[in-house]
């Protein structure tokens, strides 16, 4: 059976919201949640930041969904602090929190001041990160010198099981590369001709037979006006390939970046519809093409809408 899980922007909403959210998600039958991990915002109109991890263990404790987290360490997170976080939560809540790993945005590691080193080397440096948070939960003591830099650093509170460690990937070419060394992949939704490559890289590099999450970003509305203007405002920024996604500095350049976007952009980068009917046929091209977990961002700000309306149709229909 697929697993499908609400999508918890932190970007958009305060923590205290995405928490009622997160809980009326689980009453209307989405069984797991994903939330970014940002220190900004993407733009002023989304307008929030609150802090992931933090979130993560007070939406542990009072749901029973399973948590993931988007991460990237290396530059504002050193690895051995993003390892005793997630320790930490799979001791209290065995099994329930994951971690997807990436390269980052500048958006969000420009505050240590450190630049922005090239794709190539933000890699060489996820890489690294990897390596010693799988030691670090094995219990070894650390100390790694490269591109990052560990001393002696040994996790006291271990979970009993070695948590997930997902990579993301959106281009085909990290995706083969991720498959050589994550437990699964996440990556976002695209038409299926875009995002059958990824799925095939990812398989070829190592992927085969491990999991694969999709994060699908979407707006739903009562009708399809409200839905396009919804997206629009709030998504605008984030329909540009990956490449200007990760190397902007601050949310005024997303902003002025989607100046020149228009609505009729958003198609493809975006699910825009208010039939229901549409989105169980979108999340079935999904499912077919060997999706274990669909992750729904309803990038509009009507979430209890999309909530009540996907927990009553969508969510039955993929089950069925």
């Not at 591109?147 to 993301?168: Q, S």
């Not at 038409?191 to 095939?200: I, Q, S």
Request: hydrophobic residues 40%; aromatic residues 10%; proline residues 6%.
């Amino acid at each position: 059976m697929p697993l499908i899980g609400f999508h918890a922007s932190h970007e958009q909403f305060p923590p205290s919201e995405l928490l009622r959210l997160c809980q009326k998600a689980e009453r209307a039958g989405f069984q797991a949640a994903l939330n970014s991990d940002h220190f900004h915002p993407w733009t002023e109109a989304q307008g929030q930041s609150g802090f992931a991890w933090a979130f993560m263990g007070a939406a542990l404790a009072s749901t029973g969904l399973s948590f993931g987290s988007v991460t990237a360490p290396g530059q504002r997170y050193h690895p051995a602090i993003v390892a005793q976080a997630l320790a930490t939560l799979n001791e209290m809540y065995p099994g329930r929190a994951w971690m997807a790993l990436g390269s980052g945005q500048y958006l969000n590691e420009a505050i240590t001041g450190t630049g922005w080193p090239a794709k190539d080397l933000r890699n060489a440096r996820l890489k690294e990160c990897v390596d010693i948070l799988r030691a670090l939960f094995r219990g070894e003591t650390v100390t790694h010198r490269g591109l990052v830099t560990v001393e002696e650093a040994k996790l006291y509170t271990r979970p009993k099981d070695m948590p997930l460690l997902i990579g993301a990937a959106v281009s085909p070419k990290t995706a083969e590369w991720v498959g050589s060394w994550a437990d699964g992949l996440i990556t976002t939704a695209r038409p299926p001709e875009e995002l059958r490559p990824v799925v095939e890289s990812f398989r070829k590099g190592g992927g085969e037979g491990k999991p694969m999450f999709l994060k699908v970003q979407l707006s739903y509305a009562s009708d399809d006006e409200l839905a396009r203007e919804g997206a629009y405002n709030q998504w605008a920024s984030n329909i540009f390939a990956n490449s200007v996604l990760t190397d902007l500095r601050a949310p005024a350049q997303f902003q002025e970046a989607a100046s020149v976007v228009q609505p009729h952009d958003l198609d493809g980068p975006l699910r825009v519809s208010s039939s229901l009917q549409q989105h169980v046929d979108w999340l079935g091209e999904d499912l077919r093409l060997g999706f274990d977990r669909l992750y729904l961002h309803n990038v509009n700000r009507d979430q209890d809408g999309f909530i009540e309306a996907f927990g009553a149709k969508v969510l039955p229909a993929l089950a069925r």
